[in-house]
């Protein structure tokens, strides 16, 4: 990670940025909401959830990651305990994927485990028109994959703090009882999002480390590029709905390195975009693009490649003097109309910010949120930010037909934006979840809460439904996350501080997940 750049702005400019968000937020046209369902999930020792989606009769489907042996699972389920039994290679200490699948009133219908012997994890997931449920992540050697596959065989190349690990994509049936299909992916040593289309077809990030061996060049046929340019690169891989080939792949990138956590969606018409982090200074950009030289530092990057995988539509750079971090799992959203919206916490204190948004300038601590929406031609529309005196980031980002933006994240500033019709207007610990509403003008906040009790509450993804209701997961690492009608009352164990589920540590002990339910529109 690059290093943050520290620059606090005077004192008035940051009182009349805070008096500038607060009379935004009073005039805001804004929805009610309230807790319809919330609960923890969770054994004995850590676990955490990274993605949310909802399938086509409500039900909701959540993935991550536990090293708990004692993780609730269902009759019936795919796996029901930690398999333990192969080989075990050097890694951070055993971790299971897990899939699990609530009702829309809450109540836990199914839950599995997803692994082998050594660390596994999900970090996304989707459903198909069929409901059939595709989760991607990371995973080590002798994952449970099928037979016919497009890649049978691990091809991690680079040992991390998890040990030798390689990116995974598996189908699960849609009562989790059985895998379809189950494949690792590439060499990338994790797979941060995946995205299905109409089809049933399968998308994903690829990275590559910068070394060691490379995917097949038969993925790469017609492909608007065939090779990495150099140091660690990013791409995308689609694959056939049945998971046994490749339809195309290509890179995308610059001569120096790629942060490899790339975020990928797709528009209606089946273009894929991705969002990453980059220090090259000469990834391809297009003609209509906001920003066409890299500022330098860290910056954030947005690619609009064709259907088939060999062209590149419109790509543009997004930074300016300090870093625009956190392009990863569910950074960014694509709307009806082919705009794409930005989510990502930033150290610059001079980002192009557009006139009438809610928040013109940086607020102080070392991190705000930047939220961003560009054209289909990958121009730039809108740009605030969002943030207090302290450090806050995004993580889950959704656009609705309306333009308005939804996302989730944490915030440990006690003056974070909120609106009056806030579930919870003050900060129950240094780091309380929120969960923010955005006009579709970027003019004002139509919600903004804080979500959260005694202990670190993180907002990993967020969902936005059909009807308008955000559904939140995520993690906190002890008791005090707010309850209703709930599966699970209670904080069932770990997270005593900083959990080692990597170097360095999170903050990880149960589940969260809630779901924040649209009452009703109104007008300030």
Not at 90 to 103: L, M, P, Q
Not at 132 to 144: D, K, L, S, T
Not at 299 to 324: Q, R, V, W
Request: aromatic content about 10%.
């Amino acid at each position: 990670m690059n290093r943050p750049r520290r620059n606090p702005m005077p004192l008035f400019a940051a009182v009349m940025v805070l008096f500038l968000i607060a009379g935004a937020v009073r005039s805001a046209s804004a929805a009610d909401y309230q807790i319809e369902f919330s609960t923890f999930l969770g054994g004995s020792d850590w676990e955490h959830a990274r993605d949310v989606c909802v399938d086509s009769t409500g039900n909701v489907i959540i993935v991550g990651g536990t090293v708990s042996n004692d993780f609730p699972t269902t009759d019936k389920a795919f796996q029901r305990t930690q398999d333990r039994s192969g080989t075990k290679t050097d890694s951070a200490g055993h971790c299971d994927a897990f899939v699990c699948k609530f009702d829309p009133n809450g109540a836990l219908l199914w839950s599995t485990l997803l692994g082998g012997p050594n660390y596994d994890r999900a970090y996304a997931v989707e459903v198909d028109a069929a409901d059939n449920i595709i989760v991607a992540g990371r995973a080590g050697p002798e994952f449970p994959v099928t037979a016919r596959a497009f890649q049978t065989t691990f091809q991690g190349s680079k040992q991390s703090i998890y040990g030798m690990q390689n990116g995974f994509v598996t189908k699960l049936s849609s009562d989790g009882s059985s895998v379809l299909w189950s494949s690792y992916v590439g060499v990338n040593q994790l797979c941060r999002d995946v995205s299905v289309d109409a089809k049933g077809s399968v998308y994903l990030p690829l990275c590559y480390t910068g070394n060691g061996p490379k995917p097949p060049m038969r993925w790469f046929a017609n492909a608007f590029r065939d090779q990495p340019m150099g140091g660690a690169e990013v791409g995308a891989i689609k694959i056939s709905p049945n998971g046994q080939n490749v339809i195309w792949a290509t890179w995308l990138g610059g001569s120096r390195d790629e942060v490899g956590n790339c975020g990928l969606r797709l528009d209606n018409n089946a273009n894929v975009f991705l969002n990453f982090t980059t220090n090259s200074p000469d990834v391809p950009t297009t003609e209509k693009a906001h920003q066409r030289t890299y500022s330098g530092g860290a910056d954030s990057f947005i690619a609009k490649i064709s259907p088939d995988g060999n062209e590149l539509l419109a790509g543009t750079y997004f930074g300016s003097s300090g870093d625009e971090e956190g392009n990863s799992t569910h950074s960014m959203a694509v709307d009806s109309s082919g705009n794409a919206y930005l989510a990502v916490s930033t150290t610059s204190k001079d980002l192009p910010v557009t006139s009438g948004v809610v928040q013109p300038a940086f607020a102080g601590g070392n991190r705000d949120i930047v939220v961003a929406k560009f054209s289909p031609q990958g121009g730039l529309l809108r740009c605030t930010y969002l943030g207090g005196t302290g450090n806050e980031g995004p993580d889950g980002i959704y656009a609705d037909d309306h333009g308005d933006v939804f996302f989730t994240g944490n915030a440990a500033s006690a003056d974070f934006p909120l609106t009056d019709n806030a579930l919870q207007s003050t900060q129950s610990t240094p780091n309380d979840a929120i969960a923010v509403v955005l006009a579709n003008d970027f003019s004002s906040l139509k919600f903004s809460s804080f979500i959260g009790g005694e202990s670190y509450d993180d907002g990993r993804s967020c969902y936005l439904d059909t009807a308008g209701d955000l559904y939140i997961t995520g993690s906190t690492n002890g008791p005090g996350w707010p309850m209703k009608s709930a599966h699970q009352p209670t904080f069932a164990g770990g997270g005593g501080g900083k959990e080692l589920c990597y170097k360095g540590g999170c903050f990880a002990g149960d589940v969260i997940l809630a779901k924040i339910k649209r009452v009703v529109d109104r007008k300030d």
